[in-house]
């Protein structure tokens, strides 16, 4: 243990006097007792955008029925947070900071040097034992990193600058125990939190350690564990273009697979965070806006899950939804909905607010405060911690009185109307009283002595023929692409001009949900034009905060490294050459696709010439041996899924689509699309490799000097500086990041600019079908309208030439001229435009500093599984070792997979390399039969690795035990 935490924890067990409790519970209450700096001053609350940040001197407290108090875990230096009780109540799992004095934080990354790391103690003996040690465990090809060191190694070495964070510690039935972690040492893609904090699952002792949620590149909070076994979890919902402020609730098996939404922020700007599960079964989730409300907000109910047959969640325009309650800053109650609202949600305090304004004034003239940091305690009674006063940062119109947090319960866990409903159980204004809870076994406030066990990661070989026992791969797949609802479901409608779509440019702000918070159609288009879908990998960014190539070294329009794996066509005809339909009478527009487990991934729908007609702003992923085909859909949530079961893919005999060995792409010939394949592993476009040259070779002669061509400059490279960003080359600034209109023809709205998801007047994110360069290129406009559909100025740039009577919000870019290069010059090839297609599609990549750690560099581990023997007691006999191994980037290293164990194998030593033993059952699987079963054992580990071209390496190890051997009397079958 800690020398400091040791000394804090032996000088507790203090009997403290109780100075409001006003309510008396039959039960103990564990909570964090945090400092308080009176009214005028703040303090720190982790909360979504600085979840590793809190005052020094929180500490971890053990409240009596009769007002009573001891200190369990004193904070000194640092602080207690994330508390949690075990099944039996006899543990108390948090996380401890070590030090959070000023001159222990990194003012730069405003993170602390020393990380946090999991504790438990003993409610009975006092003895602490701690779970993690500041475990490092970079993407080693992607910085030059010492992996014993994050902090301050050599200058030589990257390193992070600051610590270590495991964070959000929630017992799992089995003897597991699921938390957060930045050890990987990722960056999030957008600015909003800070480190990136993923789950994983490990056993109660700290061994087999396993990362559950690879797709989280963004980061998680707070893993809580329902009744039927899943865990819910915060997740940080910023893909994509979508608003860098919004987080939702997911769930996910202990394994990692069937991760599935419970509700997600469409409704910007939304934090929906610190979750409980009543006795009864519901769910209740705070919102609240970041940062400026130190996680206080609003608390809503829900059910966990529907009946089978019931979609969960309403459409995208919140059809049918009843409104919830909520009561704004000014005193003015109304209710709301937003898209994909769940069914059954409502808000039980509605009352307050969870918007970034006070909380409104009550009828005795105080404002009613805001809650946050639910717990469940026994008879469906919801613990909370709530603060009178306006609980906001700002001036809107006060801050004062800050905090005054303290613990309180909601009878029955019901709607209630007023603070006067709460009942007090402490609240000591020297201090902030967080975290309640119930120190009662499991199966007093859930009726059973532990959540459902989910089966672990099964990987047997028995769900498909693509999927062998071991195997590091998965299948993915859908019913339907027709089945969707990729549309916004908010339009303003005195602007509704584009046909339920966001307008092309207007000067009205959140005009349209559609990217930035809900849906993600790029232009008009009908299901008939919908031919092919794109599977895109998703990398994380390493931080290489400071040393070598220190800081990211490429940029797209979401900051997200995105990979092609494949692109499928989806049509399908019968021996006639006639269209298969579904079920629904519909074209069949299933598919499925192997592609390597625990690699992030996501999707774009393609029309016939390959350009993005929607695309799934969700990170999605793969455990070993998992197949995903039950989405039903492309973002239907409000529909009733359409079976995978009966549709072509799911005929017997259908080979999926092995992108672990082929990378398909869309192509044409002869004016028609057709495929084409490329080397297994990803594609990719960048500018200054892929664009710049083409532009180079067949634009510049035209686009150059003072008068170009369209107004373009195409041969001007000078870099044009970004305050607080960077410098691009004035080439791709022009056409990928010119929303202030710096250069070229400015937009007729007031200003000038280019917004909505505009990059500039050539380029819009992420939609190749709505960019004008797009248009020049093919010769024709693309997007589904017409010039007619919609006003343009005669002379670009100049909104007095719009036709009289026109709105500018209204307004778009008309298609005129000819295709470029015009004629007589060579036009591109297919090829080349496909080029330019995949480039704006996959966010305008570019490389900004050293292209060896840019938009191609490989940083994600390579997969890596060990299924036989599996993790905890193997209840039958192990007659094999087996392991599986991919890599869909860079490749796996020749020679460089791993293998040893701290027991006698194959009549090697302890500690002895086994690779040279593996044999290979199929592709990316690796087998070592055993002659004999293995015998008796209790905690024996194996130990697997393997490296990646790039130097990424991945290390599973595996602690185990057995059972004996069976009678081996009857081997040969005779009796």
């Known amino acids: 243990m800690n020398t400091c935490l040791q000394r804090l924890v032996l000088a507790v067990c203090i009997l ?13 209450i564990v909570y964090v007792r945090q400092p308080r700096f009176g009214d005028n001053q703040n303090t720190n609350w982790p909360e979504v955008f600085h979840p590793a940040m809190l005052d020094p001197g929180a500490d971890l407290m053990l409240l009596h029925p009769n007002g009573n108090e001891e200190v369990l875990v004193a904070g000194g230096n640092g602080s207690v947070t994330d508390p949690v009780v075990s099944f039996d109540a006899q ?16 003012t730069q990354r405003d993170l602390p040097y020393q990380g946090a790391d999991i504790y438990r103690i003993n409610l009975n003996t006092r003895v602490v034992q701690r779970l993690t040690h500041g475990e490092f465990t970079p993407n080693t090809g992607a910085g030059n990193w010492d992996e014993s060191n994050p902090l301050d190694p050599p200058s030589q070495f990257n390193r992070l600058g600051y610590g270590i964070f495991n964070l959000g510690p929630m017992p799992l039935p089995g003897g597991r125990i699921a938390f957060t972690s930045n050890r990987n040492g990722f960056q999030p893609p957008k600015g909003y939190t800070n480190p990136t904090l993923q789950l994983y699952v490990m ?62 922020a469409f409704r910007r700007p939304q934090s929906l965070h610190f979750m409980t599960q009543l006795s009864g079964g519901d769910v209740v989730v705070v919102d609240y806006y970041n940062l400026n409300n130190n996680g206080f907000g609003t608390l809503y109910r829900m059910p966990p899950a529907l009946p089978p047959g019931q979609p969960a969640f309403y459409d995208a325009f919140a059809t049918g939804a009843p409104e919830i309650g909520r009561t704004t800053g000014s005193g003015l109650v109304y209710g709301f909905t937003f898209p994909f609202q769940p069914v059954g949600l409502r808000s039980i305090t509605p009352f307050t607010t969870g918007e970034d ?64 409903e709460l009942v007090t159980i402490k609240n000591n204004p020297a201090y902030n009283e967080a975290w309640p809870r119930a120190v009662v076994p499991y199966s007093a406030i859930h009726g059973i002595a532990e959540p459902v066990n989910l089966p672990w990661l099964p990987n047997d070989g028995s769900l498909h023929a693509a999927l062998p026992a071991g195997t590091p791969n998965g299948l993915v797949g859908t019913s339907s692409f027709y089945k969707r609802e990729s549309f916004p479901g908010l339009v303003t409608p005195w602007s509704n001009t584009f046909d339920g779509l966001d307008s092309f440019n207007t000067a009205e702000n959140e005009q349209s949900s559609h990217w930035e918070g809900q849906g993600a159609d790029a232009g008009l288009y009908s299901n008939s034009d919908i031919w092919a879908v794109r599977v895109l990998a998703m990398e994380p960014n390493t931080h290489r905060s400071y040393g070598p190539n220190a800081g990211r070294q490429f940029h797209n329009h979401a900051n997200e490294r995105l990979r092609v794996m494949g692109e499928i066509p989806l049509r399908k005809t019968n021996g006639n050459g006639q269209p298969l339909l579904d079920s629904e009478g519909n074209p069949d527009t299933s598919f499925l696709a192997r592609l390597p487990a625990d690699t992030p991934f996501t999707f774009q729908t393609l029309d016939r010439r390959g350009m993005v007609l929607n695309m799934a702003q969700t990170w999605h992923q793969l455990r070993p041996g998992e197949m995903r085909v039950d989405c039903g859909g492309c973002h239907a949530h409000s529909q009733v899924p359409l079976p995978f079961a009966g549709t072509a893919a799911s005929a017997p005999g259908f080979q999926p689509v092995d992108l672990t060995s082929t990378l398909p792409l869309l192509t044409v010939v002869n004016g028609e699309p057709a495929q084409r394949s490329v080397a297994p592993g990803s594609y990719d476009v960048e500018f200054l490799a892929d664009i710049r040259p083409i532009l180079q070779a067949r634009c510049v002669s035209c686009h150059q000097g003072a008068n170009p061509a369209g107004n373009l400059n195409l041969n001007d490279l000078t870099e044009i500086e970004i305050p607080n960003v960077g410098g691009y080359p004035g080439d791709y600034y022009r056409l990928a990041m010119d929303d202030a209109a710096q250069f070229g023809y400015r937009s007729v709205i007031g200003s000038g600019r280019w917004r909505q998801t505009n990059a500039s007047r050539y380029v819009r994110m992420f939609q190749s079908r709505r960019s004008l360069l797009i248009w020049k290129i093919f010769g024709q406009r693309l997007d589904g309208w017409t010039n007619a559909d919609h006003p343009t100025e005669s002379v670009p740039g100049n909104a007095a030439t719009l036709p009289a009577g026109a709105d500018p919000n209204a307004a778009d870019i008309d298609f005129t001229g000819s295709i ?42 390579p997969t890596l599984t060990v299924s036989s023997p599996r993790p905890g007691l193997n209840t039958t006999a192990v007659n094999v ?30 500690g002895s390399e086994l690779a040279d033993l593996l044999q290979t059952s199929s592709a990316g699987i690796f087998v070592l039969p055993l002659a004999a079963p293995l015998p008796e054992m209790v905690h024996a580990n194996l130990h697997a690795s393997v490296r990646d071209v790039q130097g990424n390496i991945t290390r599973v190890h595996v602690t185990f035990s057995t059972i004996e051997a069976p009678d081996l009397i009857f081997a040969d079958n005779i009796e």
């Open 16 to 28: 403290l006097p109780e100075l409001a409790l006003a309510g008396s519970l039959p039960y103990d």
């Open 91 to 106: 543990w108390v799992y948090y996380s401890y900071f070590p030090d959070l004095r000023p001159q222990a934080i990194n």
């Open 203 to 264: 056993d109660e002792d700290g061994g087999n350690v396993t990362a559950i949620a690879p797709m989280s590149i963004g980061s998680t909070l707070h893993p809580t564990v329902l009744a039927d076994g899943r865990i819910m979890f915060s997740t940080y919902e910023s893909q994509g273009l979508r608003d860098q402020r919004l987080w939702g609730v997911w769930t996910i098996w202990p394994d990692g697979r069937h991760w599935a939404p419970l509700i997600s």
């Open 357 to 420: 304004e006070a909380a409104p004034v009550g009828t005795n003239g105080i404002r009613v405060g805001k809650f946050t940091q639910p717990s469940a305690a026994p008879g469906n009674d919801l613990l909370v911690v709530w603060t009178p006063g306006p609980a906001n940062d700002l001036n809107r119109p006060s801050p004062i009185p800050y905090y005054d947090a303290g613990l309180y319960l909601i009878p029955n866990g019901e709607t209630i109307n007023s603070p006067a």
């Open 820 to 861: 470029m290069p015009p004629p007589p010059a060579q036009g591109l090839s297919e090829e080349e435009k496909l080029t330019f297609v995949r480039w704006i599609d996959l966010g305008a990549p570019i490389d900004t500093g050293n292209a060896a750690f840019g938009w191609r560099l490989d940083d994600l581990k």
């Open 881 to 910: 070792i087996r392991i599986g191994a991919a890599d869909i980037n860079s490749g796996l290293a020749p020679g460089s997979l791993s293998l040893t164990a701290d027991f006698v194998v194959a009549g090697r030593p302890a």
